[in-house]
């Protein structure tokens, strides 16, 4: 089993940024890929941004490409959202996400573990 743990989540200005760490349980060798889905109030839960684990491939929704950054350190069994630019509409819980297998990274449906959440807001 593994278990994610977010952080760095918090207020902000907007134009401010912050970066979201999420640590997993054990060695990664066997993530296919971790992703970022964020969800606001009222709103379902989308896609925001995803690294293959192995190969480093990124993804990004077009909403928060060119502002947004997905990276992992293998070492640490950990991967980052590096949010920059923020903006009010970027105002959610931010979840950290675990596929095992191969194949789509974008839909929630597709990840096997989840962490509890980080809030993000972001004031105007």
């Known amino acids: 089993q593994v278990q994610l743990v977010e952080s760095g989540g918090g207020l902000v200005q907007a134009g401010g940024s912050l970066r979201l760490s999420c640590a997993a349980s054990e060695r990664t060798f066997s993530t296919y890929a971790m992703g970022w889905f964020r969800q606001a109030p009222g709103k379902e839960r989308e896609f925001v941004a995803a690294?293959?684990?192995?190969?480093?491939?990124?993804y990004y929704a077009d909403s928060v490409k060119g502002r947004f950054t997905v990276s992992r350190d293998n070492a640490k069994n950990t991967v980052y959202l590096q949010m920059n630019a923020l903006k009010p509409e970027d105002t959610a819980l931010y979840y950290c996400a675990a596929r095992i297998y191969s194949g789509s990274v974008y839909e929630t449906r597709e990840y096997d573990y989840w962490g509890q959440g980080t809030p993000v807001t972001v004031s105007s």
């Open positions: 690294i293959r684990w192995s190969l480093g491939y990124t």
